[in-house]
């Protein structure tokens, strides 16, 4: 049985080959494959056996068959099996591929071998030392590797530690605002330390009723962090220096807006929420 065969690139230049259709064109290369498999000098088998290979009927298998008989791919003997014509000339093995040959080389290998075994036993005298000395290397090698094989074993008896992710590093305690600055915007902590001071900044400069009112505004409104702070500073900052004519966007406050602009903006942007 061959575990391959030669597909010639002359196939695309071949006439016969090219004027075969698609379906034609598969079963030739199966049958080519069934003559490598069955390896005796392109020998098929009868149609039925032919048909199994291939999975089909009888009816469709002398079909296909005879079709491809016709341009001269395949041939049927008088004994009725099927046989792909020059296949032993195109696919004849190279010298060096008979079992023959094969048979020769692994006898010659064998026989070298033995050679360089009688040898080893017969001029001990002359290749003693670096024989003893190869020896002593693999014996130091077996040691080691039995005394690795050892500390392995003792190794996975014991518990492995378990792995632990690395501490998050450890911010400074919130007071009770920054904590409900966070909560009210679904945060965990805050992104850099200089948020965390802004917050703690207006904590000590509005009144605290106020800047709670102004946190639960910016949550509504759907602000980061950054702009919540941005938002709640524009807003303490206009009421503080009064009136002045406002520009509302999307995510921050912009130009003057006092205290009473900021919860009519709230009031108008939530109906029945009340600052």
């Known amino acids: 049985m061959r575990t391959w065969i ?8 071949d006439p016969k080959m090219g004027r075969l259709t698609d379906r034609e064109f598969r079963v030739c290369i199966n049958l080519f494959l069934m003559a490598g498999h069955t390896d005796h000098d392109g020998t098929l ?14 009816e469709i298998a002398e079909r296909d068959l005879l079709g491809l008989s016709a341009v001269g791919i395949v041939t049927r ?10 296949f032993s000339q195109r696919q004849q093995r190279a010298p060096s591929d008979m079992p023959s040959a094969i048979r020769q ?15 080893l036993d017969g001029s001990n005298a002359v290749i003693s030392p670096l024989h003893d000395e190869c ?29 632990q992710e690395p501490p998050e590093p450890e911010q400074p305690r919130l007071t009770e605002t920054q904590s409900f ?15 965390r ?5 207006l904590e000590k400069t509005v009144d605290h009723d ?21 938002n709640i500073r524009t807003a303490v900052k206009n009421r503080a220096n009064g009136g002045g004519r406002k520009t509302v966007s999307k995510k921050r406050i912009v130009g003057p807006m006092n205290a009473d602009e900021v919860r009519a903006e709230f009031e108008r942007l939530n109906p029945g929420v009340q600052l």
């Not at 088998?45 to 009888?58: I, P």
């Open 197 to 201: 001071d802004e917050v703690l900044e």
């Open 45 to 58: 088998g009868s149609t039925a056996e032919v048909a199994w290979a291939l999975r089909t009927s009888d």
């Open 135 to 163: 020896n002593d290397i693999e014996q130091n090698r077996s040691e080691v590797e039995v005394e690795q094989n050892r500390e392995d074993q003792t190794t996975k008896g014991a518990v492995a530690p378990a792995m």
């Open 105 to 119: 080389r692994v006898q010659k290998h064998r026989q070298k071998q033995g050679e360089q075994e009688t040898l």
């Open 77 to 86: 003997r008088l004994d009725g099996v099927w046989v792909v014509t020059k």
């Open 210 to 230: 106020d800047l709670i009112r102004l946190i639960r505004w910016s949550a509504t409104k759907g602000f980061s962090l950054g702009d919540a702070i941005i």
């Open 6 to 13: 030669k597909l010639y690139t002359e196939i695309l230049n």
């Open 181 to 195: 600055f966070l909560s009210a915007h679904s945060a965990k902590r805050f992104r850099n330390n200089t948020q």
